[in-house]
């Protein structure tokens, strides 16, 4: 069965850090690329940063470049986004998802983040 979770949601105070994991099960996580989405109220989900799985390279969405680190740690099956400087327009729900070429593609349930004082 495959799972996706991640825990490490909340609020956070605008300019501060939150680091985010997500804990995968099921199946072959070294073979998944890796990537976390996000989606505010009333807008579409976006991607916010991939991590290949062959070598590790990393891509950003251009608003998070230099804000948010995406990593992956094969041995503990568990992919983070470290995000800093957050600021009130990251408010949403982040999800995780897991992709192999076209035809395997997992999602995580989501975690809320709020920044907000």
């Known amino acids: 069965q495959v799972q996706l979770v991640e825990p490490g949601g909340g609020l956070v105070q605008p300019g501060g850090p939150l680091r985010l994991s997500c804990a995968a099960s099921g199946f072959t996580f070294s073979s998944y690329a890796m990537q976390w989405y996000r989606q505010a109220p009333g807008k579409t989900r976006g991607r916010v940063a991939t991590?290949?799985?062959?070598?590790?390279?990393?891509v950003y969405a251009d608003s998070m470049k230099g804000r948010f680190t995406i990593s992956r740690d094969n041995a503990k099956n568990t992919v983070y986004l470290q995000t800093n400087s957050l600021k009130p327009e990251d408010t949403a729900v982040y999800y995780c998802?897991?992709?192999?070429?076209?035809?395997?593609?997992?999602w995580g349930q989501g975690t809320q983040v709020t920044v907000s004082s």
């Open positions: 991590i290949t799985n062959t070598d590790g390279r990393t």
């Open positions: 998802n897991a992709v192999r070429g076209s035809r395997y593609d997992y």
